[in-house]
């Protein structure tokens, strides 16, 4: 005797069609476990075609070891001294989590933030909010953009995600102290700065620790 409680449709579907699945089936079938590789979202394309190659050359090992990571919200750093390498190695890092990942630059951030009014609903703050609960999110080129709005929206985003343990896989040419530099000669203040490689710090630290 099949019990049809929990099952995915009724009854009458799986009489007319002769096929029952179990709800555990069905999980396994239909659950973030199964979810394809992809390139994150909004990837550019030969950022992905690179990234593609990069996760294709990965054991199947590192790639269970990189989604266990991002799973439990590890934040990660990936330096290069060219910028779109270290965009493809985050990307094909990203590729490995089996939920949704999108890819933005920090250029893309602050340009949204400078054309963002100071109150209301398109107000600069809600310029980051379509990023700020992204299961994983590669943020692209940081320090690059010669924005002074890079920090203060890179701020308001960040907060967030590292209260909510949101994946966050950066890339830059920069690290440590030289993207400080980088922000200060581009217009933001060291307070702002400082906050910025503090909060950045301790997330990235506390996903080595994941």
């Known amino acids: 005797m099949i019990g049809y409680d929990g099952l995915p449709a009724s009854k009458e579907y799986y009489g007319a069609i002769g096929t029952v699945i ?4 069905w999980r396994a079938l239909r659950g973030p476990g199964n979810r394809a590789h992809r390139v994150p ?14 996760f294709a050359a990965k054991t199947g090992n590192a790639k269970e070891k990189e989604a266990a990571r991002l799973s439990i919200g590890a934040w990660i750093w990936y330096a290069h001294d060219d910028a779109d390498e270290a965009a493809a190695v985050a990307t094909a890092a990203a590729m490995a989590s089996h939920e949704r990942a999108v890819f933005i630059s920090a250029c893309e951030l602050a340009t949204a933030w400078n054309g963002g009014e100071l109150y209301g609903p398109n107000s600069k703050a809600h310029t980051v909010d379509r990023y700020r609960d992204l299961p994983v999110l590669v943020i692209a080129d940081l320090g690059a953009s010669g924005m002074r709005e890079e920090a203060l929206a890179l701020i308001e985003l960040l907060g967030d995600r590292r209260r909510h343990k949101r994946s966050t896989l950066f890339a830059s040419t920069f690290t440590g102290k030289s993207i400080a ?20 710090s301790a997330g990235v630290r506390e996903g080595r620790r994941s």
């Open 22 to 25: 179990t709800p555990e089936a």
């Open 41 to 54: 979202e909004h990837t550019p394309r030969l950022i992905a075609e690179r990234a593609s190659a990069i």
């Open 181 to 200: 530099r980088a922000l200060e000669a581009a217009g933001s203040n060291s307070d702002q700065v400082r906050k910025l490689i503090e909060l950045i």
